[in-house]
C-alpha cells in the first residue's frame, strides 16, 4: 500500500491529462479539492457532468453551445457579412472577451496538416461556403504556425475566386514589447505589416 491512497493518485493522474497543467499542478489542484468543503467538489462534479452531456456544437458556425443555434449566430444585431473564421471553438472566447468583433465566426475544426492526415474534407469549410455570398468579408483568424498559414492560403484562394475579401489578423509587435526581446521573424512582420499614423 503507497503512501498516497489510490483515489488521490487517479484524482491526480486524471488532472495531469489537461493541457498546461504537470503533476505538481495537478497534485495541488486535489489537495485544493481534498480540504475544500465537499459542496464544492460535488459543484465541480455536476459541472464536469453537465458540461459533457448539454454542450453541443452549433449548427451554423461550429462554435460551443446548448441549443442548436449558438448566441453570437442569433444575435440579430451582429453583422452576417463579416465572418471570423478560427480553428477551434475556444478561439470565440478570445475574441468575443475584447467586446471589439461584431460580426459572426466559422469553426474550421482545426487546420490543413497533410502530415496529420487532415485535408479540406476533415476541415468544416463546405457550411462555410453555405453561409457566404458575394461582398462578404472572411477574416482569417488561424494560428500563424506553417498549418495556420497553409489553411489561411488555401481559404483566400477559396473565396477570392467567389468575390469575397478575405484579410489575415495583422501581426507584429505585442502592446507593451520590448523591441530588444522581439525575435526576427515578428519584427520582419511588423516592418512588412506597418500602418499610417
Known amino acids: 500500500m503507497g503512501i498516497i491512497p489510490d483515489s488521490v493518485n487517479r484524482l491526480i493522474e486524471e488532472l495531469a491529462r489537461f493541457p498546461g497543467i504537470g503533476h ?43 441549443d442548436d443555434v449558438c448566441g453570437v449566430c442569433q444575435d440579430t444585431k451582429r453583422d452576417p457579412r463579416l465572418i471570423c473564421v478560427v480553428e477551434e471553438p475556444a478561439d470565440i ?15 474550421l475544426g482545426g487546420v490543413l496538416s497533410p502530415l496529420d492526415g487532415v485535408g479540406p474534407d476533415e476541415l468544416n469549410v463546405d457550411s462555410l461556403l453555405e453561409r457566404v455570398s458575394d461582398g462578404c468579408e472572411i477574416i482569417v ?51 512588412e505589416g506597418r500602418t499610417s499614423l
Open 24 to 66: 505538481k499542478t495537478a497534485r495541488r489542484l486535489t489537495f485544493h479539492i481534498l480540504g475544500a468543503p465537499e459542496k464544492n467538489a460535488t459543484d465541480l462534479a455536476r459541472a464536469v457532468i453537465d458540461i459533457k452531456a448539454k454542450i453541443r456544437f452549433c449548427t451554423i458556425c461550429g462554435g460551443i453551445t446548448e
Open 141 to 191: 483568424a488561424t494560428n500563424p504556425s506553417v498549418e495556420g498559414e497553409t489553411t489561411a492560403l488555401y481559404l483566400a484562394k477559396l473565396f477570392n475566386e467567389r468575390g469575397c475579401t478575405v484579410t489575415r489578423l495583422a501581426r507584429g509587435l505585442p502592446v507593451g514589447g520590448d523591441l530588444e526581446y522581439i525575435d526576427d521573424a515578428t519584427l520582419i512582420r511588423a516592418i
Open 93 to 107: 472566447y478570445t475574441f468575443e472577451r475584447t467586446n471589439s468583433f461584431s460580426g459572426l465566426y466559422h469553426v
